[in-house]
């Protein structure tokens, strides 16, 4: 948090004239959104309200369909008076009921879809169906929610698919194909400030690496044993993963005006090479550092917070599952953690020469 | 809107704020540009620097922990038990001595505290595992209170208020479960299925206990208003005030769908109109609590839906009960954000 008031700050920037003399009328009518609507809890009670009433009106509207009309009509009614609602209407309670009018829409066309389809390769038409709506669907509704759960159908829709199409050798650059479009997205959101769909790009972009983090979260097969011997099924090349998820972060890292990278390159470099080439059978761990690196590059304080906790979740589930007893376990942790107190040592002694 | 407006711009700059503002006023990517540098948000070189010092301090202390704490899983079976409780005892030695040294007042030392209340009940535990006297569990949660009562009084500390309160609420509980109101075999049956908080939930069920968590809970509130409040912290009453609404709620539904009508079932009734009431009032006019004003409208919003399930017959109705109840769910929602809107707009204009 900056020790500037927005105040202080916006006038500042009328004052070197780079920006419209009528930013306080403009902020002023757009209050209420800039303004916190209220604490998550207010927000959630409010959603939770939307949830119930419209899943019952929608409950209503199923029983309908079963006797009058059929599910496609009551879904395209459904997405269209998401669509229009979207249009018309904003708050929590709003963005909540054209959410769940959005879902329960889809949701009614995939049933007509896998109802009316005879063909076998019902999996793999539900996957194609799944995949192209959701690129679309946000950028025609533009609520920030529905981007955010679009982008994780997408990323189920396009799992379904590699499974389906028996692609399974591909899994292991999902995660870092997410990894970058979201990175990719977030550096160069400053360019779409004034463009209408610049609202759901964080979004779209946290969409993109939670799914990401939900498809790594397959290379922890390890810690179940009877999933053990399949591993190769289920994540094929773990240390593939690492490598790309590396070369982002390292792409990305490059490209930003980052005063780390910039004053301390190699220090950088050695750092993630030194964590990627300890964690190559775990991704997770590289994944969930990039994450928080961007996070702190880009201000996403949601990103850092959800890098670290995946980080730590990573770290524990590769240590917990790795092939050792419980004894060389505690030698290797208390190894780790005196190494590290040595690092720190040296790595405070350096601090104090760069600052 | 003009104190609206005047409020916004007096806030600190933060980033997502600074992207708000960017996205409302339309700026170009220049302009954004000098947006984050006026308000000094990109991460500096010390920033990174303390936050990689930071993490890697905790992430030295988490695998030095877990190393000492596989070791000695390890060696559990085999240990004496007078060294089990050395090391536990030692533990709370040590903690409180630490706490002592770097004063109960600063973060450290209320860390330290903290970390002696939760070994004190590790060694009550182990107490517990290794002398199996058949003593109902309820005297564990009750001897770590008695413990941990007169170090809650002294520190003033947040963390050591919350744990209080858990403790007495599960104490209560447990020991209305094993001495004044036994379980039932249907009880045990489906604590064994679906776990112990199942059984929490169904002892909240019984009349008079969910009576006594809000008595318990009110007089902590009570305490609280006529205390430091800065020093109990908010998080306390949340808590307090959460293990008062669930069992009330969670009863007077079940009392609802079971028409299992006593003597209680009205004072229950009444009890939980009467809360619900002074709650929505305290917590507007006196202390100012959003969380908790939303926990005491969405157990209206269950209860009174709950009620409209019941009294709607659903074989007459059919498919429109639906409807009905998706509408009367919507005019409650909308009157409970209402109610939270002029609450934080009093909020605000105290603050």
Sequence with gaps: ?355 | MAFKMNNLIEQNMTSSRAKLIARTLKLDEKSYNKLIEKSELRPSIKFWLNGLDRVLLIVTSAFLLSGILCFLSYNWMSLHKFVKFALLETGVIITIAMAWYKGIDQLPGKVFLFSGAMFVGFSLAVFGQIYQTGADPYGLFLSWLIFVTAWTVIAKQSALYVLFIVLSNLSLVFYWNQIISPPSITDVWMSSLFGPLVRLFIDSGRSYLPLLLLVINLSFMVIYEFTNKKSIGTLAVRVSGIAAIIPLTSSAVILLFTDQWQSTGNLLLVSFFASTILGLWYFRFRCHDLFLTACILLALIVFITSFLLKSTDFGKMGIFSFFFIGLAVLVQTGSAAYWLRITNSDRNSIQ
Excluded at chain 1, 78 to 101: A, N, Y
Excluded at chain 1, 161 to 178: Q, T
């Design chain 1, 1 to 355: 948090m900056s020790k500037k008031t927005i105040g202080f700050i916006l006038a500042e920037l009328e004052q070197s004239g780079d920006i419209q003399k009528n930013w306080r009328e403009v902020i002023s009518t757009e209050t209420d959104h800039l303004n916190l609507t209220g604490p998550w809890h207010t927000s959630l009670l409010i959603g939770f309200g939307a949830w119930l009433s419209s899943l019952l009106f929608i409950g209503f509207l199923s029983a309908l369909g079963m006797t009058v009309g059929g599910f496609g009509i009551y879904g395209i009614i459904l997405l269209g008076t998401s669509f229009v609602l979207s249009r018309l209407k904003q708050g929590t309670f709003w963005d909540q009921t054209i959410l769940v009018f959005s879902l329960s829409g889809q949701g009614f066309v995939l049933t007509l879809i896998a109802k009316d389809s005879h063909s076998t390769d019902i999996f793999k038409i539900l996957g194609i169906f799944i995949v192209v709506f959701n690129l679309i669907w946000p950028f025609l509704l533009r609520t920030r929610t529905q981007a955010f759960i679009s982008m994780i159908f997408f990323a189920m829709g396009l799992m379904q698919i590699l499974y389906a199409f028996e692609l399974k050798f591909l899994i292991s650059i999902v995660s870092p194909l997410l990894f970058f479009a979201a990175t990719f997205i977030i550096s160069n959101e400053s360019k779409l400030f004034k463009n209408s769909i610049a609202k759901i790009l964080p979004s779209i972009a946290s969409g993109l690496l939670f799914s990401g983090f939900g498809i790594i979260s397959l290379s922890a097969y390890y810690i179940f044993e009877s999933f053990a011997a399949k591993g190769s099924e289920i994540y094929p090349y773990p240390w593939l993963t690492s490598i790309l998820v590396l070369v982002s972060i390292f792409f990305f890292f490059s490209r930003s005006k980052d005063i780390l990278f910039k004053t301390q390159p190699a220090f950088t470099f050695g750092a993630l090479l030194l964590i990627g080439a300890t964690s190559l059978k775990a991704p997770g761990i590289l994944f969930a550092i990039g994450v928080t690196v961007v996070g702190v590059v880009y201000m996403e304080t949601l990103w850092i917070w959800l890098g670290l906790f995946f980080g730590a979740l990573f770290t524990v589930l590769f240590l917990y599952g790795s092939d050792m007893s419980l004894i060389t376990k505690s030698y290797v942790l208390m190894g780790l953690g005196v190494s590290l107190l040595v690092i720190r040592k040296v790595f405070n002694s350096k601090k104090m020469a760069i600052t």
